[in-house]
């Protein structure tokens, strides 16, 4: 029999996905059991699909495509909404609550309003939510224009078509989302083994859960389209089993075969030089400040994730990251020397569909916010199928 649940689809930043209010959905056990939730999830965007395309949901058949979010009026003091995000399998009947997701967050606010879970007045707004998945805190400033969130602006989102309005993600103590703090194990960068090599990577904790990687330890210029990197497997299974140790290295869990899906992600890295994006415009080596592949459940990301992209900020304020090396060492004028070289607080990342620029404050050795702007729109209100 076929039942039809409230949801609204809605395009964050370069994902779209799924939100449902918490009330439409069949409240949680005391033990926080989401079972019933996981079924509603998996069947409305069509997983398991072995056929990697979710014809049968609404899933688009990638990572980035086939997300939900839980969104409810907050009862904490200071808050307005809570929210939880879920990363749902596409091959797989499963929905992973591990980490949080930037771009969908941009999404939380317009969602909100346009279901009547908060209001405001015309104009600029700034709205406190709380993300379970992290237990952190993120601030939104976005327009408001007849009570919903403005879609009209000049802002321009590699790997989004037109123009949309500004949406700032600001994430205030963002060190620690699912680990032991912004340096995991306390260290820079250090030596990790994956396939019988080893390999010298930074693991960073701001936001999200990430693994950074230079191209050349893995056979990769840092130039590859998404495509042209998931068909190289071997590099992708060197970075399969480097994120696997570096996950239990970073305490997110006890054994290489118990990785979250979500977390934590890979960035693989290099040195700004020309690249020809998704769009057939090729980018300039000064219009950059590096180069960023990022890998985020088995596939490369056309863009890059919203949390990803603002751990990398924070990375590149990090004295001695392999992010922080590059930059400094790719600055014009700089030597070898790269120590007196500084990094500002916004970094523009060169994703295959165009540059990302991302902010990081670090003040008395930690990062203290990370922020970024993404665009958001409500695409569509209704109800989605579900069999029991």
Known sequence: MTRWVDATFVRGGTSKGLFFSESALPSLNADGDTAEWDTIFCQAM?????????????????????KIVVVAASARDGVDLDYTFGQVSVTEAAVDYSGNCGNLSSGVVPFALSEGLITA??????????????????????GVVDGQADVTGDLVLPGVSGTGAPLELIYPDPAGSRTAGLLPTGKAAESITAGGAMFEVSLVDATLPVVIVPGAAIGLKG???????????HAMGMIAKLRRNAAVRMGLCESPEEAPDVVPKVAVVAAPQPTRLLDGTTLAVE???LLVRMISMGQTHKAVPGTGAMCL???AQIPD???????????????TGYEDKNVGPEVRLATPSGVVTAGAVFDADTVT????????????????????
């Open 121 to 142: 007045a015309d104009g600029w707004n700034v709205f406190r939510l709380f993300n379970t998945n992290t237990q952190k805190l993120v601030d939104v400033g976005l």
């Open 223 to 233: 130039t590859e389209s998404p495509e042209e990197i998931d068909a190289n497997k």
């Open 321 to 335: 990251t392999i992010i922080n090396r590059i930059i400094r060492r790719s600055r014009p004028g700089s030597d």
């Open 46 to 66: 069509g997983s398991p699909d072995p056929f990697g395309r979710q014809l049968d949901g609404m899933g688009g058949g990638i990572s980035s495509l086939s």
């Open 313 to 315: 900020a924070a990375a």
């Open 287 to 289: 219009e950059t400040d």
């Open 369 to 388: 916010a990370t922020s970024l702007f993404r665009t958001a729109r409500v695409l569509m209100r209704g109800q989605v199928a579900v069999t029991d």
